[in-house]
């Protein structure tokens, strides 16, 4: 037995510090794409929002295995949030001035949480595909909401006031928002390895393989994915404020639409949706790979790009993690 402990524990350590090492060397080549690629600031901005945005997704849709088509309706909710408490012209009546763009990202933030309290209260008593359809239909809802308001702009949307300037910071300039959105994405990549070593994380695993496995150990599986879901919706709150100044104008049909959930879904799952780093790897490939194809194959670009996706679906089940994972361990073993 005491020759066996070494090698149980040893493997842990040697898979956790692997993931630690592989979260820096990321973090370091986003920290130095602003430097090297100057020029490519929106791609830039737009590709590490996508990455908070999916890794967001990722604590519900991977840690928990609830997959949720309607996460564009949390994003917006961050947005609108934002945006209207920091319009003069749309402040609700208990409101006599704006309030700053990073006050109004909380205030959307909590919402979304208590939205996705709800949400999930009357959606967790579904399983598997009767889940993901009610995610889809709460989203519509919440669109329909949005569209018919006057409050939120309806159809025409909404435009991004001035802001104040934070310590003299311009907030629609390109090089803030990139750090922004880098801060964005160490933020959701720091809270999901908390998750990972923690009792939360452990939990959550338990009950994604088997929840009435999961229940016989003193687990809550309600509880504990409607603690991840409410982790979730406050993370693609703040990313939703953030895309709000990124884009500086919206409308519901662009960020509420479902396609803007299932793309958020499809970077986690591809790049691996039980993995710390997979949803950030899947956001940088497919955002290089989507910029190559559209600039080289001009209109049969989307044709190229939902082949790559279903090359990877059909030959890596498991995400891009999935496959440097498991030529790991063959590696390994070969050892």
Do not use: C
């Not at 402990?5 to 130095?32: C, D, E, H, K, Y």
């Not at 994380?201 to 991840?228: C, F, N, S, T």
């Not at 982790?231 to 939703?240: E, K, Q």
């Amino acid at each position: 037995m005491t020759a066996v402990t070494p090698t149980t524990t040893s493997r842990p350590r040697a898979l956790t510090f692997g993931n630690v090492w592989l979260s820096v060397i990321l973090v370091a080549i986003l920290f130095i794409y602003p430097f090297v690629f100057g020029k490519t600031l929106n791609f830039g901005i737009s590709t590490l929002l996508f990455a908070g945005f999916a890794m967001s997704w990722n604590i519900l849709g991977g840690w928990a295995g609830q997959t949720s088509l309607g996460h564009a309706a949390l994003l917006g909710i961050g947005a609108y949030a934002m945006t209207l408490l920091a319009t003069p012209e749309r402040l609700p009546p208990f409101l006599s001035s704006p309030l700053a763009p990073w006050w109004g990202a909380l205030v959307g933030m909590v919402i979304a949480v208590a939205v996705a309290a709800v949400w999930g209260w009357l959606t967790f008593r579904l399983q598997g595909s009767y889940f993901a359809l009610s995610t889809i239909a709460v989203a519509l809802v919440i669109r329909l909401i949005a569209i018919n308001s006057n409050w939120t702009g309806g159809a025409e949307g909404l435009f991004m006031p001035d802001l104040p300037r934070p310590f003299g910071l311009d907030l629609f300039d390109r090089n803030v928002e990139y750090w922004l959105a880098f801060a964005f994405v160490v933020l959701t990549l720091v809270i999901t390895h908390f998750i990972r070593r923690s009792r939360m994380g452990y939990a959550l695993q338990a009950v994604r393989e088997d929840e009435d496995g999961a229940r016989a150990l003193g687990i809550d599986p309600a509880r504990m994915k409607l603690l991840a879901f409410m982790l979730s919706a406050a993370l693609m709150a703040l990313g939703g404020s953030l895309y709000a100044l990124y884009l500086q104008a919206f409308e519901p049909h662009t960020i509420l639409e479902l396609p803007l959930s299932i793309q958020i879904a499809l970077l986690a799952i591809i790049g691996g949706r039980t993995t710390i780093q997979g949803p950030l790897i899947g956001a940088l490939v497919l955002s290089i790979f989507g910029e190559v194809f559209r600039n080289v194959f001009s209109s049969a670009n989307l044709l190229i790009y939902g082949v790559l996706i279903l090359l990877v679906t059909l030959f890596a089940p498991n995400g891009i993690m999935g496959l440097f994972q498991r030529a790991g361990s063959k590696l390994g073993t070969a050892r």
